[in-house]
């Protein structure tokens, strides 16, 4: 085995190919769960963009809501924790400041939504132009109190800490690893996987799911039949900003335990990208929120321990500016292969106006 | 407010300045009502701030200094041109985008690469007589600014990538460019830190006061090249005709996909001449960390100048004497910088909510200028522009 292994490697130029496709099965069941981690703010952020979509409302502000819950749930926590205290109520690290601090950063969140909800529902303004003015007006402001407080560089509520499945379930053969990137996680990145099936099932199984579906695919048949357009249009948005607001806290509240200027890092605009790639599908969302998410936990790894033999050179040779920039890549090649296939909702980005009641 | 005497139909007894109300109006009171949301985040922040003690009139010393840092003295004021000068070829960008219906976000990312050719090509040409190493080093920013337009606007004609989307992911794909070339085949030899070399003679010459540069003039100039463009050649009306119903411009003859690939090489090479006016007037050099505020302000001057070349310098001097008052602001009131982007943020939630406005302030007649961009979301996730 070992001796065909490599003289599949030395085969000149296909050999690479060989020695990337070994690399990444070594290297996949290790690094199995920063996958699911990277990908969790950005499947959180595509569910959101379902969630708005479904119903007819385009949201690039999807950025802007997850940076003002990662600040607001961060800043909570420095509030908090004087009145609260820090000691641990459950699992996975809770205290009592730290799950208020994410009710209040969950609560930030629904109320930006409702800024677009409203603007682009009952203003009937452009939906990306609301987008837009949301995401400058959250990194402006996250930014504007971030530089007020730096000065006093106050400690936060911590941060949750992850689950270690034991031993006897990673271990297991074949499917270890896979238990392991869904068990070996903080609650939030936990959260995500029941999220996303109970998404799905709601909205294709339950007659909330036929009514957002309708009033995004068909609004004025949708209102023939009864459905109040506007009513389930502001449900959905603000239902969607709790998603976003969740994959803001994750940032802050979980992966880190601090708030940076701008640490969405275009993490809102690639969960987009996982929506259409996953054609406006919660399950489907999610699975190109991991493709995306492999690509950034791949060239991590890459960076920190290069692969042996000729791919370890080449990939060592190229600077690392190429392993910050790969999931930015990833996403165009993948959002330009795929996306005119993917058809978005009827209705969506179109303002729904009711016909005169005479 | 002399709005309710004038604010009827241009014919009749001041037409000229019913006409310059109904534009002015709304802009107007977004700027003053954002100014007042300013005026109230810099008071809840004292509040929420520990240890912060409420001083009522802190939003006016912040005001007062933010004016004196823009418009002070002499040298206050070329600041505020200076700063003007990039967001006006910025918003001349955008606003190019807007009128074919393409929202270009990624004006940042041409701007970074824009100054980042330009700065190739003028360390490479800092002995090179300065006329050619000038033209030549803006040629190369608006050449490395067009490419980065270029590939949104292709991908968006063949497979339909949403520009929104793709021109964000090429913003940071931009930073990883310049962080890699500038820390790599740019830097310059015995330094400890990441640097470029001087552009030497590819610096743009002083026009006015002590670093009032040339570029200051070249805005001027790429005002009236797309002013002409839009509205006195054939390529100017099939991309405001593509921008206003890109059906009838398909019955009419026009190609959509040639025309979307086009403006945005154009809207491309607009941002990145900014970066090179940038670099070869102000900074000279580039480091790894080199960044901008230019490409998301460059959105609110094109919205604000209601994507029209004279609106958009108007707006663009607005912008350019906030950001330069900005640092006095930081400086005598503590006010980060950052309330600029607050400010901006609010002037266009006013401006995108002025059905609300114009009802709360009875204005009638009264335009929002906001039209050109109702066809963006149309084409939004994957609609192929049709052939």
Same mark, same amino acid.
């Given at each position: ?59 690039? =502000? ?165 459905? /109040? ?38 993490? =809102? ?90 | ?73 002499? /040298?206050?004021?070329? /600041? ?308």
């Amino acid at each position: 085995m070992d001796g065909l292994i490599n003289a599949l490697y030395s085969i000149p130029v296909a050999g690479v190919l060989f020695q990337l496709a070994g690399y990444l099965v070594n290297v996949v069941p290790d690094i199995s769960p920063l996958i699911l981690q990277a990908a969790t703010p950005i499947a959180l952020a595509a569910l959101c963009g379902v969630m708005c979509e479904r119903a007819g409302v385009v949201n690039i =502000g999807i950025e802007g809501i997850m940076i003002t819950a990662a600040f607001v749930g961060w800043y909570s926590g420095v509030l908090l924790v004087p009145v609260l205290g820090t000691t641990a109520i459950g699992p996975f690290g809770m205290s009592l400041a730290l799950v208020v601090a994410l009710g209040v950063a969950l609560a930030s969140g629904v109320v930006i939504s409702a800024l677009h909800a409203w603007l682009s529902i009952s203003v009937r303004a452009d939906q990306i132009i609301s987008g837009t003015i949301i995401n400058i007006a959250a990194f402006g402001l996250t930014g504007y109190l971030n530089n007020l407080i730096a000065k006093t560089s106050p400690n936060g509520a911590g941060a949750f800490t992850q689950f270690r499945p034991p031993r006897e379930v990673t271990d297991i053969p074949v499917i270890g690893w896979i238990l392991n990137m869904f068990l070996n996680q903080g609650p939030i990145a936990m959260s995500v996987i029941v999220l996303v099936v109970i998404f799905q099932i709601l909205l294709f199984r339950s007659r909330w799911g036929l009514r957002s579906r309708a009033v995004g695919e068909h609004p004025r048949a949708a209102e023939t039949v009864g459905i /109040d357009v506007i009513r389930v249009r502001y449900r959905n948005v603000l239902i969607g900003g709790v998603f976003a607001a969740l994959g803001g806290a994750y940032l802050s509240m979980e992966a880190t335990n601090s708030f940076q200027q701008g640490m969405t890092t275009g993490r =809102g605009f690639i969960g987009l990208a996982a929506m259409i790639v996953g054609r406006w599908s919660p399950v489907g969302a999610f699975g190109a929120a991991l493709l995306f998410s492999s690509s950034t936990a791949l060239g991590n790894s890459i960076k920190f321990s290069p692969p042996s033999g000729d791919l370890g050179t080449i990939l060592t040779s190229l600077p690392d500016q190429v392993y910050d920039a790969l999931p930015y890549l990833v996403t165009i090649v993948i959002l330009a292969g795929v996306v005119g296939r993917s058809i978005p909702p009827a209705a969506d980005g179109q303002a729904y106006e009711r016909e005169a009641a005479t | 407010m002399t709005a309710p005497s004038s604010s009827g139909s241009p014919g009749r007894a001041t037409p000229l300045l019913a006409q310059i109300w109904a534009v002015i109006a709304l802009p107007l009171i977004s700027i003053l009502l954002a100014l007042l949301v300013g005026a109230f985040v810099i008071l809840a922040s004292q509040l929420v701030l520990p240890g912060g003690n409420l001083d009522l009139l802190l939003p006016l010393t912040a005001y007062a200094a933010l004016f004196q840092g823009a418009f002070g003295n002499f /040298d206050a004021l070329v /600041d505020t041109l200076i700063s003007t000068t990039p967001l006006v070829l910025g918003g001349l960008s955008v606003g190019l985008a807007f009128k074919a219906g393409l929202f270009n976000i990624g004006a940042q990312g041409q701007f970074l690469l824009g100054a980042l050719g330009a700065v190739a090509a003028g360390v490479a040409l800092a002995g090179a007589p300065p006329l050619v190493a000038i033209t030549v080093a803006l040629a190369a920013g608006i050449l490395a600014g067009a490419f980065w337009g270029f590939i949104p606007g292709l991908l968006k004609a063949v497979s339909g990538a949403h520009e929104v989307v793709v021109t964000i992911m090429l913003n940071y794909i931009a930073i990883a460019v310049i962080a890699a070339v500038v820390g790599g085949p740019l830097r310059q030899q015995g330094r400890p830190e990441a640097i470029t070399p001087d552009v030497g003679n590819a610096a743009l010459p002083v026009i006015i006061g002590n670093d009032g540069h040339a570029g200051i003039a070249l805005a001027i100039v790429a005002v009236a090249v797309v002013a002409f463009l839009l509205f006195r050649t054939t390529l100017g009306f099939e991309i405001r005709i593509v921008g206003a119903n890109p059906d009838a411009a398909r019955y009419a003859g026009m190609r959509p996909r040639a025309l979307t690939i086009l403006t945005m090489s154009i809207a491309g090479a607009l941002a990145g001449l900014a970066g090179a006016v940038v670099v070869l007037g102000v900074t000279h050099l580039m480091t790894p960390s080199f960044g901008t505020t230019v490409g998301f302000d460059s959105i609110a001057v094109a919205l604000l100048g209601r994507t029209n070349p004279v609106g958009i310098v108007a707006a663009a001097f607005l912008f350019g004497a906030l950001r330069a008052g900005a640092s006095l602001m930081q400086i005598k009131a503590g006010i980060p910088v950052e309330l600029i982007d607050v400010l901006q943020a609010t002037i266009l939630l006013f401006l995108v909510a002025n059905p609300v406005l114009r009802r709360a302030f009875r204005l009638r007649g009264v335009k929002a200028g906001l039209e050109t961009t109702e066809t963006i979301t149309k084409t939004y996730a994957g609609e192929v522009a049709p052939r």
